[in-house]
């Protein structure tokens, strides 16, 4: 065996081991003669098919790779040269691998080629690069920049959307000087010699209209600061936030302190930890002063009262909300009234009360003056109630006595007088007639002023007033009834039968009509409206006596009892009167007629 003989042996024994790196031994032609494992593996191939000759060798080299190979092919063949170069292998399966090849020539006009798999070193760098481009994505959309400069303060790095939100472009900063770039921020260059000094230094910085949240690391080699990095985050947004929130913050104080009512917050220990203004003002202490103060210092009442405090307590254990009448004691020893409305509640997982505290003097002042009011109402009520019950005595034991003695003393002389009594008997039985009316009518009258007795019924006092009317009235009284009757207040009911009377009266001694109608009404809410309207001369209310017809008396009735009245008459055309009331208005409740 030649001295090249057992080169090229010993280089495809030797090749197998040196895995993964494979071994081929080509021809003049370029056909593989010989191929080590590993070449074989990186294709797919195995040893068998190598030795029968089914591996295609001439269909191993994509299209794209046919130029460089028969190139680095020619390099060897013709020059004698050594050739390294890369491409790609179709594998058995058709995928691709990508290979470095080194390539020499042998002896006897035969070349060997060495192929390393490229496959782990191509993911390594499209995994680096997938990292780098991730990183930089990152960066170009994270609100944040990462910059470096050396110990000259010379810009060597300057990446980061940061950089593009305050209008620089990619690389724009690089080699520039960090001093310059910030000379009109006393602030920034300071940061910048401190940490070039050697100290790590974090801070927000205002950069034109963006603030950034700015971290300073200095780097050290061999104990010297050579540079700074450092990283820059747009905090533009939380910064706005926190000012926002500063504001609703002071606005919330100033809301809080400018409310009616005092406000205080309670620890769990019932310690004051706050207060608003009008807490200040009502007590006569700065904030300062009713900090640290618990309600005991404040409220002489709950002071001396332990089962008033007790009660609270329980209340404030149980979370229950509140409120109660005191009194607090000012700076000056001076005690006003007040309401608590008290409202625990938890922040962070501790114990807190909210009290309001609303000074209630005037409130006070008001309650006393309407209990005053109302014992004055009642007295007068009581004297009325009295002077009624002495009206209606007096009626009773005077008017109506004498009334019942006329009508008996006439009918006893009718009695006497035999036929002697006809000769005045048109007059005389008229007399007793207006004598049995009036005494019907004082006996109503004490009916109704006796306290807490109602009426008898205003639809058939009207009836008998019309019926007495009929005795002397040549014309017709027509009387109509609608709704459902009600049984009013007697004070009411005087006051319409008195004015139905009056008007009826009017109508039948002047005002020379033909017809009189009387309608009542009763309505489901419980207003009551008579109308009593004639057919006579009517008059000119302008002409009339201050008192002619009795209307005077008539709207002091109304006035005093609720009712509204009206009038409505002309010369030649009849009169209208109409009395009303409601309940409403003249705050009596009717009560409906029982069985």
């Not at 008195?498 to 008007?503: D, L, P």
Request: glycine letters at 8%.
């Amino acid at each position: 065996m030649t001295t090249a003989a057992r080169r090229d042996g010993a280089v495809t024994r030797v090749a197998p081991g040196t895995e993964p790196v494979g071994v081929l031994v080509l021809d003049r032609d370029g056909r593989v003669i010989k191929a080590n494992d590993a070449f074989l593996a990186m294709l797919g191939y195995s040893r068998r098919e190598l030795d029968l000759g089914e591996i295609p060798w001439g269909q191993l080299t994509p299209a794209e790779w046919e130029s460089e190979t028969q190139s680095a092919a020619e390099h060897v063949g013709a020059r004698g040269g050594c050739a390294v170069f890369e491409k790609e292998f179709f594998r058995k399966d058709r995928s691709r691998v990508r290979v470095l090849v080194a390539a020499a020539p042998s002896t006897n006009s035969q070349q060997v080629a060495f192929v390393f798999d490229l496959t782990a070193r191509s993911r390594a760098e499209a995994a680096l690069a997938a990292t780098e481009q991730q990183l930089h994505a990152v960066i170009n959309h994270l609100p944040i920049s990462l910059f470096a400069f050396d110990r000259s303060g010379t810009i060597r790095l300057a990446e980061g959307r940061g950089l593009i939100d305050r209008g620089f472009k990619p690389g724009e900063l690089i080699g520039r000087s960090a001093f310059e770039l910030h000379q009109h921020r006393p602030g920034v260059l300071q940061s910048l010699r401190r940490a070039l000094a050697g100290e790590s230094v974090s801070e927000v910085s205002q950069l034109d209209e963006l603030a950034f949240e700015v971290h300073y690391s200095p780097v050290f080699e061999n104990g010297q600061v050579v540079g700074v990095n450092g990283v820059a985050i747009n905090v533009t947004d939380r910064q706005r936030t926190l000012d926002a929130l500063r504001d609703s913050e002071t606005r919330f104080r100033t809301y809080v302190d400018n409310a009616s009512d005092a406000l205080y917050v309670y620890d769990g220990e019932a310690t004051i930890i706050d207060v608003n203004r009008r807490a200040c003002e009502m007590l006569g202490y700065s904030r300062e002063q009713l900090i640290g103060k618990t309600p005991r210092d404040i409220d002489p009442v709950l002071g001396n009262d332990p089962e008033f405090r007790q009660r609270n307590a329980r209340r404030f254990e149980t979370g229950e909300d509140f409120s109660f009448e005191t009194v607090h004691q000012r700076s000056d020893g001076t005690r006003i009234p007040v309401e608590v409305r008290v409202r625990p509640f938890r922040h962070r997982g501790e114990r807190f009360v909210l009290a309001l505290v609303t000074d209630i003097t005037e409130r006070k002042r008001a309650e006393e003056e309407r209990e005053r009011t109302r014992k004055l109402e009642e007295e007068r009520e009581n004297a009325v109630t009295t002077e009624r019950s002495r009206l209606a005595a007096e009626i009773h034991d005077t008017l109506a006595q004498g009334l019942a003695m006329i009508v008996m003393q006439l009918s006893d002389a009718e009695a006497k007088l035999g036929s002697s009594w006809t000769l005045a008997e048109k007059p005389l039985n008229m007399v007793r007639e207006l004598a049995a009316e009036s005494l019907a009518y004082a006996r109503r009258t004490v009916n109704m002023l006796r306290p807490g007795r109602p009426a008898g019924g205003l639809a058939r006092a009207i009836r008998d007033v019309i019926d007495g009317a009929r005795r002397h009235y040549a014309g017709t009284i027509a009387l109509e009834t609608t709704g459902a009757p009600v049984l009013l207040d007697a004070p009411v009911e005087s006051a319409l039968l008195s004015i139905a009377r009056s008007a009826i009266g009017n109508a039948v001694r002047h005002a020379q009509a033909k017809r009189i109608d009387v309608e009542l009404n009763f309505a489901e809410s419980g207003a009551v409206r008579v109308t009593i309207a004639d057919d006579g001369v009517g008059f000119d209310t302008n002409t009339i006596p201050r008192d002619g017809y009795g209307l005077i008396s008539m709207q002091e009735r109304a006035t005093r009892t609720g009712i509204a009245l009206t009038l409505a008459t002309e010369p030649g055309a009849g009169t209208v009167v109409v009395a009303s009331w409601s309940p409403n208005l003249g705050g009596h409740s009717p009560t409906p007629p029982q069985g």
